[in-house]
């Protein structure tokens, strides 16, 4: 087939894939004199109107992409020979070599250039999650990751190709399921035929274990579907940990997006799955108040309103008099006058105000601890008002949270402290004026410590 040229445009170099109904070739483009890659589609014996969506697909989604990391749509075709029918997708041409080729020839890779590859994988999946609506690739493997120019410490730069399993999130709704990509660097939810941005993550974090221990991970033992590969791979535990978090087989525990995994490897995190001494996970406790809201992005508790304090009963009882507009600083043969009339007036109007906005402030005030893969911060929350209660925490500083069961007291009555947040410049206690039970702190520490991925009173 050398020579031959299609389209009276591209002609073959040479063959470099092959598959049921489909080819890939190298070719001259005889416009430009510029090597492409061109993907045919045949339409024969084994034509799937399936395939064609996909490869329209793909044409399309590159058409839209511009990323020097990621190959260029260059021209789209008809093949309408006697003997040949079908389409002709036309790509920039990469030269350089496989993720796959580099470990056949006997290439290993040291942990800097596993994590050098990760991160630059990452900031392409970045852009194309960041498009609208995202885009996945689904099929993330060593054949589909090129490496090119090596040079000292550098391992090359990296292409990501072969958009051909390709998905966009506005595309998922209804219709058949088409289970595309590779066993073995497939999430679990993928063979369902479900999609997110943390499917590619999966693959990748497949694809680095690859690198790592040189065994493909269907070679790997697994235990309740996670890859067992800590024993087998010469790797720090900090990058351990986070290969383990991207190849989470539960979805909610997997890292949600590239930007969260590039966070995590440049600031990382022990990895804890027993937080407490007990292996037993506490439930929220029957008739708490507490309101929890948990997704991949944001864990969010907020506690009810902390009620009347002693101190606010006492200034409630001040301000009554003052509110029902009884004037106790008079006696009762004083004749009143026009400016002590106006001056009973304001005071009875600035007591009403200011009594009305002590009675919300018991009733609906409200605390919330919210965590998101940067930081974690207290609130305060008043009729759709909020205002931080303390700074924020960088989660990358937090290394340890713990309980704290001593109650502390002051003018206005005992103040609950919840728990410390022990961070690399120091320990903070969140305390709360209302009343929780023992077993309502307990279960909301474990949330906490438990998001966050950290030990509960340990180091």
């Known amino acids: 087939m050398s020579n031959l040229i299609l389209n009276q445009r591209y002609q073959i170099q040479k063959q470099l894939g092959k598959q049921i109904g489909r080819r890939t070739f190298l070719a001259l483009d005889l416009h430009t004199q510029q090597q492409v890659v061109v993907k045919i589609l045949y339409l024969g014996v084994n034509f799937d109107w399936q395939d064609l969506k996909l490869f329209e697909r793909e044409a399309e989604t590159l058409k839209k992409l511009n990323h020097p990391a990621i190959p260029r749509y260059l021209d789209y075709f008809e093949l309408d020979g006697d003997e040949d029918k079908g389409f002709g997708l036309v790509q920039t041409y990469v030269e350089g070599k496989s993720l796959e080729e580099h470990l056949q020839n006997g290439r290993s890779f040291s942990e800097a250039e596993v994590k050098e590859l990760g991160k630059s994988l990452l900031n392409i999946l970045a852009y194309l999650h960041a498009q609208n609506p995202p885009v996945i690739h689904r099929d993330i493997k060593p054949s589909n990751i090129i490496l090119t120019n090596r040079s000292g410490n550098s391992s090359g730069e990296v292409y990501l190709v072969d958009f051909g399993s390709v998905q966009n999130l506005a595309?998922?709704?209804?219709?058949?399921?088409?289970?595309?990509?590779?066993?073995?660097?497939?999430?679990?939810?993928?063979?369902?035929?479900?999609?997110?941005?943390?499917?590619?993550?999966?693959?990748?974090?497949?694809?680095?274990?690859?690198?790592?221990?040189?065994?493909?991970?269907?070679?790997?033992?697994?235990?309740?579907?996670?890859?067992?590969?800590?024993?087998?791979?010469?790797?720090?535990?900090?990058?351990?940990?986070?290969?383990?978090?991207?190849?989470?087989?539960?979805?909610?525990?997997?890292?949600?997006?590239?930007?969260?995994?590039?966070?995590?490897?440049?600031?990382?995190h022990p990895r804890t799955k027993q937080i407490q001494s007990s292996s037993i996970s506490i439930k929220q406790p029957l008739?708490?108040?507490?309101?929890?809201?948990?997704?991949?992005?944001?864990?969010?508790?907020?506690?009810?309103?902390?009620?009347?304090?002693?101190?606010?009963?006492?200034?409630?009882?001040?301000?009554?008099?003052?509110?029902?507009?009884?004037?106790?600083?008079?006696?009762?043969?004083?004749?009143?006058?026009?400016?002590?009339?106006?001056?009973?007036?304001?005071?009875?109007?600035?007591?009403?105000?200011?009594?009305?906005?002590?009675?919300?402030?018991?009733?609906?005030?409200?605390?919330?601890?919210?965590?998101?893969?940067?930081?974690?911060?207290?609130?305060?929350?008043?009729?759709?008002?909020?205002?931080?209660?303390?700074?924020?925490?960088?989660?990358?500083?937090?290394?340890?949270?713990?309980?704290?069961?001593?109650?502390?007291?002051?003018?206005?009555?005992?103040?609950?402290?919840?728990?410390?947040?022990?961070?690399?410049?120091?320990?903070?206690?969140?305390n709360y004026s209302g009343h929780l039970t023992d077993a309502e702190i307990k279960w909301l520490v474990q949330e906490v410590s438990t998001y966050l991925g950290l030990p509960l009173g340990e180091k």
């Open 171 to 268: 595309s998922q709704g209804g219709g058949t399921i088409t289970v595309v990509g590779t066993y073995g660097y497939m999430p679990p939810e993928q063979f369902g035929g479900r999609t997110t941005p943390a499917a590619d993550l999966y693959s990748l974090g497949a694809t680095l274990i690859f690198l790592a221990t040189g065994l493909h991970p269907t070679e790997l033992p697994q235990k309740d579907l996670t890859i067992q590969f800590r024993e087998l791979a010469n790797l720090s535990t900090e990058f351990t940990d986070w290969l383990e978090w991207m190849t989470e087989p539960s979805l909610s525990k997997r890292y949600a997006n590239a930007q969260e995994a590039i966070q995590a490897l440049e600031h990382p």
């Open 287 to 430: 008739g708490s108040q507490i309101r929890l809201r948990k997704t991949r992005e944001m864990l969010e508790i907020i506690l009810p309103s902390t009620g009347f304090s002693i101190g606010l009963i006492a200034f409630i009882s001040l301000l009554v008099p003052f509110a029902l507009g009884l004037n106790i600083f008079t006696f009762p043969y004083d004749q009143p006058t026009d400016s002590s009339n106006l001056l009973a007036s304001s005071v009875q109007i600035a007591a009403i105000a200011c009594l009305t906005g002590t009675v919300l402030w018991g009733l609906y005030k409200r605390i919330s601890i919210r965590i998101n893969s940067q930081k974690l911060v207290v609130k305060h929350e008043l009729l759709g008002i909020e205002w931080l209660a303390t700074q924020p925490y960088l989660r990358e500083d937090i290394t340890r949270i713990k309980l704290k069961s001593t109650n502390i007291y002051d003018t206005g009555g005992i103040i609950q402290p919840l728990f410390l947040v022990i961070t690399k410049k120091g320990s903070y206690c969140f």
